[in-house]
């Protein structure tokens, strides 16, 4: 029943703020009381599946494992995060009388999290392909928010790029219900794949794996095919940012994690290389293209490309190295809209996103220089935040597992990654003020968003809680093969 | 040589027919430069799409598919054409392509090839679970899907792109009568669903694009390049 309630929460929040039309202030007050509400029930819903249970609402369509607890979670948390600075962000991009333009900004808000918060949800593998096909459509017009021809041409490659890869994951979806029947099995679920996983002709199971990695790591933004994402987040509104950085490294590496358990004994090595090659590709690529980075936003990006092939490298690695893999995944989900709200509030303060043309935004607003050096170091994981941990516990695995090679690049690229990501931001936060005129006020909205998205990242980084452990060591059972 | 994964019936034949035609539709999607003709030729492709859907099922006995036939003549070949006619404005459906990335033949060319290719792809997977008339569904099937791809790459027009994507699903889906017939019809109906909310989106955005840029050729969109 619940679970029901997480997914029609935000059709009703939708529904509400399409309806308060006149007033400019119910759609997101709305948005933020149900996204609120959702992370509430995400978090109930966390706690039952930490204990070891299932949560179902419709056997063999609906149901939710401690893995998809803890994106769901996530992507609930990121959700009411955003949710708040969309309110000063909506106030400040908008004119007084363009309560049109908020209004559907937040209907779009809501319909866009009912497919992302479905993904962790649905069991049906053939639903799971059109959530993940709907988080794209459903974003479109969040991306080109913005009205100018670069957002509308960003949206443009976004749409197309990612709806590529959707069609190659449809044919491995296809291909992978063909090897399930081939099997002898009827239950096109998760488990139930797993379940069968013997049974299937090898081949078949392969080639469905290769066009689904394929696919849905287009929509991750892996390297070699990312270079939607940077174009992506350099136009998005700051919140947009935050939201689809958390739903392309939770959710995408979600669906092709769980197709892992395919692949029993041997077979399961070959799954692994291909994961830690892509991953290896991505945490690389984005480092050395990190270096070059000019604009604040595409930082951002392409840390959330890095970490995404952080997270696929370690589920690659396997072994001890797997429970690094779900923990990183949820540390990052709970620190980079943490650094995009604070690339907002930079914005805010210095006027341009332009890395170059900032110095000095510790000296014009303490706050906002504070945040942004702080959302540097906890996306880098820098001690004392939570991805140190995760990113450590990952390179631990790794060596346990004598893998010295992957866990020697995996080094490489995350000091590499650290070092230009704060190079490129002490620049900007120290030295003489480079903006002048009258300071803005720092909005209510975005400071309340800058704390209530810091705390988990400080708190984890200090102590990992018993509850939250063991979700994290049944999530990562996941991709046990 | 007769190939011997098929046997020679009626329905077969009549498939065959259908198979054949619908790579022809892929082709021409590739080469045509008129986007008004392109939009006709995806819903032709479509409409073969749910001929060989209705075929397999007759042979099949299944009225699963005969269902999915009719769901892909609504979809695909009245309201998607329907949807990016009155979503995209009457300017930019009456375009033409001038340039191209390649030549049309050069095209056409490589368009081959991936069909060569997708044969070659599909001959270990066929022989790896021999049934009834994947032979002939998955290989076109996939080079639908690879052809589908290279228009979208090489096409410069807006509309030409999302009929090439909507191309490659159809080539997904080609294969996928064939290879997963039985698929939960709950989850063909969201898939049609899926499909209708891509022409609804891409033609609402290319209809802004148009405002704002006063021009749907995709190779103008160059302001995000990096240096």
Redo the contacts between chains.
Sequence with gaps: MVLWFILTLPLIAAALALWASRHRTVPGGVTVLATALQLLLALAVAARCASGAMVTALPGWVSCDAFGALVLALCAFAGFTAALFSIGFTRRATQPMEAGRVRRYFVRFNLFLVPVLAVPLLS?V??VW?AV??TT??S??LV?FD????A??????Y??LT??GA??A??GV??L???M??GGAED?TWSGLAAAAGAM?P??VK?AFLFMLVGYGTKAALVPFHSWL??VY??APVPICALLSVVETTTLPYVIVRLLPLFPGKAGDGAGRWLLAFGLLSAVGAALLLV?VKDLKRLFAYSTIENAGIILTAAGLGGAAGYGSVYQLMNHALAKPFGFFAAGAALLFAGTTEIAAVQGLGRRSPLAGAALLAGALAVTGAPPFALFLSELSILQGGAVDHRFLPVALLTLCMVGAFCAVLYHVTRMVFGRASATGPLPAFPRSYALALFVAFVPVVLLGVSLPASVEHLLRLAAMALAR | MPDPHISVTLVNELNLLAAGLFLLATFGLVATRQVLDCVALFAGQSVLLAASAALLGHEAASDHLYAVAAITIVAKALLIPWLLRRTASEAVVARREISQVLNIPTSLLIALGLTILAYFLAAPLRAAAPSGQVGVNLPIGLAALLIGAFTVTVRREALPQVLGLLSMENGAFFAGVAIAPDLPLFAELAAAFDVLVIALVMGLLTRKLHERAGSTSVADLTDLREE
């Design positions: 049906n053939a639903l059109i096909a709907l459509l459903l479109i017009f080109s009205q100018s021809t670069a509308l041409e960003a949206a443009w490659k749409a197309i709806s590529m069609a190659l449809l044919f296809l291909v219900y063909w090897a029947r081939q096109f002709p081949l078949l080639t940077p174009d350099s136009q070059q």
